[in-house]
């Protein structure tokens, strides 16, 4: 660690010192108590030897001892014969009539249970000295508390003075760490987590793109007109549709291609994402019990019947109006004077599990799914259709006319798989240059992108390729680090 790292954290000084000082306080209490109780033997016994060496050795053997503790020491001994060999002022110690000297200093207790040391003083003719010990120092339960208090306002006063000692606002930097920080380029802070709503759509705008969690998934959405209708000042006719409901632990996403040949087919992509995403949210407690295909499909072909329904010429053309816009109708334009239609694939991913997720699709027409693999980035199709180059052709199922052409699938997913829906004009970029998707999808799946970096995937130019473009991709969170290693 540096200086400029407590700088950025000072509580971690202060909190070492301090901790410091109480491990220190511990160890010097440790110590104090570590030593051995305080006897006054030695000074007891050179009182005694100064005093009793006229007694008779004959009356040796002591009955009584006593000792005091404070200098100067004084002892009392008396013999069988009750004669005193010392004059002393202090309290008895007794023995019991059975009790033998020891040979050797020891501690033993008199007949009042005081702890006492004693040995023989062979030198005063087998006298017995006795001292009792001083007690032993009792740390009151609050001995911490000052050392404490004091070690912790030094690491307060130590820790200001390092948080106001700065350097100058004048003193630069070396010029070889100006030059490296030039160098250096700054990371982008990864996006947080946005919560998404139950309902968001792309608009008519040229370039649209969304993002958002909901629950255990993150969902990204990019939309972006092709050169096909972009040369001529036309909308973009792609829309999409994404929807969470964190609380059943569901996401719902939706993809629609407006038909070039009708009119205001940019109003019937917006509306067939809209209700199919309303039905979606509709249908979710069915959706919680599906568990065979048998049981999605009809379901799914329920969907389409009123997803279809809904896309009358009337409510279209009302719904163009609304996002102020309508399809050019020129004199002899038979193309625009048809009904509004448009392709369709929506999809639906179930609670994650251990295991994986469920995932339930269907489509009208040449909108796509694809698997992703997040380590890897091998691509699996759920779908199958031809990629179109150059003119664009418009020779596929639609609603509403075709809703009965519906194409269902329900399968279980492992989590480290992403789910990918697109357009015609997205999927042919997937399939004609599978090898730099299957490095891009990966990538945006680990570190959760800005907007605009998952908005790059549809802003490529490959020749041929003028359709409109759109991908929305779903996948279970997996973190802020990177979903593999960048090779």
């Not at 160890?27 to 108590?33: A, E, R, S």
């Not at 040229?206 to 092709?226: F, N």
Request: net charge negative; with cysteine; proline share 7%.
């Amino acid at each position: 660690m540096t200086l400029d790292t407590f700088r950025q954290r000072p509580i971690l000084l202060v909190a070492g010192i301090a901790l410091l000082g109480a491990v220190l306080s511990i160890i010097v209490q440790l110590l104090g108590d570590s030593g051995s109780d305080s006897w006054t033997t030695d000074k007891v016994a050179d009182r005694v030897l100064a005093e009793v060496t006229g007694c008779p050795q004959a009356a040796a053997e002591p009955q009584t001892a006593v000792a005091v503790l404070n200098s100067p020491v004084r002892a009392q001994m008396e013999n069988k014969a009750g004669d005193t060999c010392a004059l002393i002022s202090g309290a008895p110690i007794k023995f019991p009539p059975e009790f033998k000297a020891p040979s050797t200093r020891a501690l033993v207790r008199d007949v009042d249970g005081n702890e006492v040391s004693v040995r023989t003083l062979n030198k005063a003719g087998d006298l017995l000295m006795v001292s009792i010990a001083e007690p032993a120092h009792e740390p009151s339960g609050w001995w911490w508390l000052p050392a404490t208090l004091i070690c912790f306002l030094a690491a307060t006063a130590t820790g200001a003075a390092v948080l106001l000692v700065r350097p100058g606002a004048d003193v630069r930097a070396p010029e070889h760490e100006e030059t490296a920080r030039r160098d250096t380029p700054e990371r982008p802070e990864p996006a947080r987590p946005v919560a998404l709503p139950a309902l968001t759509t792309s608009g008519v705008s040229g370039l649209t793109v969304d993002r958002g969690r909901s629950g255990r998934y993150d969902v990204y959405a990019a939309t972006q007109v092709g050169l096909s209708h972009a040369k001529d000042g036309n909308t973009r006719e792609d829309a999409y549709a994404i929807g969470g409901d964190p609380d059943r632990g569901w996401v719902y996403l939706a993809v629609a291609d407006g038909l070039g040949s009708a009119a205001n087919s940019h109003a019937a992509a917006q509306r067939a994402t809209r209700a199919c995403l309303t039905l979606l949210h509709r249908y979710a407690s069915s959706l919680d019990r599906i568990g065979y295909p048998s049981t999605w499909e009809p379901l799914a072909t329920e969907i389409t019947a009123k997803v279809a329904a809904q896309l009358d010429a009337g409510s279209v053309d009302e719904l163009a109006a609304e996002l102020d816009y309508r399809s050019p109708n020129g004199a002899g334009d038979n193309k625009r004077t048809s009904t509004p239609a448009c392709t369709l694939a929506f999809a639906a991913l179930g609670p994650v599990s251990a295991d994986g997720y469920p995932l339930a699709w269907a489509t009208v027409g040449d909108c796509d799914l694809l698997l992703v693999d997040l380590n890897s980035g091998a691509t699996k199709w759920l779908t199958q259709h031809a990629t179109k180059r150059g003119m664009i052709s418009n020779v596929t199922p639609s609603l509403p006319r075709d809703a009965d052409r519906v194409i269902a699938g329900l399968t279980f997913v492992p989590s480290n798989l992403m789910v990918v829906l697109a357009s015609d004009g997205m999927a042919d970029a997937i399939r004609l240059v599978p090898e730099q998707f299957a490095t891009l999808l990966p990538q945006i799946a680990g570190p959760r992108p800005a907007e605009h970096v998952f908005g790059q995937l549809v802003g490529f130019d490959l020749p041929g390729l003028h359709d409109d473009r759109t991908i929305v991709a779903a996948w279970p969170t997996r973190g802020r680090g990177p979903a593999r290693e960048r090779r």
